[in-house]
């Protein structure tokens, strides 16, 4: 030992955040001894409280330390709408980028049977007695486009329509601002066949 | 507000980790939440328990939690060699990499006027009284190979000379493994200027 246990133990405990090794975590621990002994004390207590008391959502399966998420407590959105996204960081960039005003559903996941992942792990049950209540009118299926989260949604569109709610998907095709040159195949053969008439 | 208090709390807090954005801040916050709970808290104990109690050792200003750190507190290293470096990351890549057994001491900084940095801020005034005790030989000077680190290590070089320590410089030359074409025209010049007789 050739170095402080309490510097060894914070350097060990940088390392549960993703993608930090032991260079990174290094760098880290000496960053905050250094300079930022406050900033490094209010991430303790944010992590200490937030890990503790954030749970989910009842509704919509969000993170939240309230009973229900804010989106899904407001009474300014639209209830006949239901969008169901994979993870709670989905749901976030489709409400940063869009002007989306109805509900979230969020699965936590994508069905993965060999992981052990079904219907019941993704609380489609909880869904499905959403789509029983009536007031959802269309499901819109964000899963990712991956092969388990195509899987995903064919099984979601399955459900939606033994509800009669109406399943739909986010569109596929060339990203805006993209060059086609370097637009991968599998997309470029899909925009070719589902083009649209100019007006 | 779309989002619960608490994760954009632990979101914002995260952001005081060198090169952490917004959007490492949220894979880590969603990352910790959903599959290391326990990591995280772990982390922030570490965090508090690290943050209030490493301080700086009275002999070398490392990091330590102790009045000396294990290095500067063993009875088992050459007390007669001193190595002198910029931070506590300096010191550990020496540890690790060679296999010196001489004590060091720390600037945490290297000389810089510009930025208010001078001779008292990196306990220059504890180096020269350490010096005049006599038990230090040979001063190694491993600041790095910047302007600033090499104006800092003549200045320490003179302070070595003044009480009739010998000082010396890491050897600077082509890395090991490195392809000629491939290495700076400093270094170049200088390893090629430097160049040793062959066995």
């Keep these: 030992m050739s170095q402080s246990d309490l510097l060894t133990q914070l350097m060990e405990s940088l390392r549960c955040l993703p993608g930090v090794g032991q260079k990174s975590a290094q760098r880290m621990a000496y960053h905050l001894l250094e300079r930022n002994r406050d900033g490094g004390l209010r991430l303790a207590a944010a992590l200490q409280e937030g890990l503790q008391r954030i749970g989910h959502c009842a509704l919509c399966r969000d993170f939240t330390e309230q009973e229900r998420c804010p989106i899904c ?13 994979e993870t709670p960081a989905d749901r976030l960039v489709i409400e940063q980028a869009t002007g989306y005003r109805g509900l979230y559903f969020i699965l936590q996941g994508r069905l993965s049977p060999l992981d052990g992942i079904g219907p019941r792990e993704l609380g489609l049950d909880r869904l499905a007695r959403r789509l029983a209540e009536g007031e959802v009118r269309e499901m819109i299926i964000a899963t990712n486009p991956t092969v388990e989260g195509e899987a ?21 095709g060339v990203p805006i601002g993209g060059e086609l040159e370097y637009v991968d195949r599998g997309t470029l053969a899909h925009a070719f066949g589902s083009r649209t008439d100019m007006p």
Tied chains: 1, 2.
Excluded: I
């Design 152 to 172: 995903t949604a064919h099984y979601l569109a399955q459900l939606a329509r033994q509800f009669e709610v109406k399943p739909s998907r986010l569109a596929h």
């Design 73 to 85: 407590a407001s009474s300014a959105r639209d209830g006949s709408l239901l969008c169901v996204v």
